[in-house]
C-alpha cells in the first residue's frame, strides 16, 4: 500500500502562484509513477500531470501546459507541483495521484489517491 498527503492549497488571485506538496509513504517508490488530478464542483476529475520515478519524463495537460511544473525528489518521497499564472478555471480540488509501473491519464488508470486539497483562484 501507498499513502499519498497533500499540502499546500489555498486562495490566489488570478495571475498569481501555488505549490502543491504530496508525500508518500508505504512500499518502495523507484518505479512508482506520480502526479496529479484535479475536479471541479459539477466536473469530473481530470488529468493535470505526471512524472515517472527517474523525475525525468514529465506529461502535462494541454490546459495547464507552460503553466505549472511537476518535479520530485525521491530521496524524500515527494512529488510537488508549482501552479503559475492561475485562472479561475484552475479551481479546482487537487489530488495526488500513484501507480506503479505505468503511466496513467484517466483516473480509472490511477491504483492510489490522497484526500486533495482545494485550491480557489479569483478573478
Known sequence: QVQLV???????????SLRLSCAASGR???PLVMGWFRQAPGKEREFVARIVWNGITRYY????KGRY????????????LQ??????EDTAVYYCA?????DFS???????W??????????
Open 6 to 16: 497533500e499540502s499546500g492549497g489555498g486562495l490566489v488571485q488570478a495571475g498569481g
Open 28 to 30: 518502495s517508490f523507484s
Open 61 to 64: 495537460a494541454d490546459s495547464v
Open 69 to 80: 511544473i511537476i518535479s520530485r525528489d525521491s530521496a524524500k518521497n515527494t512529488v510537488d
Open 83 to 88: 501552479m503559475n499564472s492561475l485562472k479561475p
Open 98 to 102: 500513484a501507480r506503479y509501473n505505468s
Open 106 to 112: 484517466t483516473q480509472d488508470d490511477v491504483k492510489y
Open 114 to 123: 490522497g484526500q486533495g486539497t482545494q485550491v480557489t483562484v479569483s478573478s
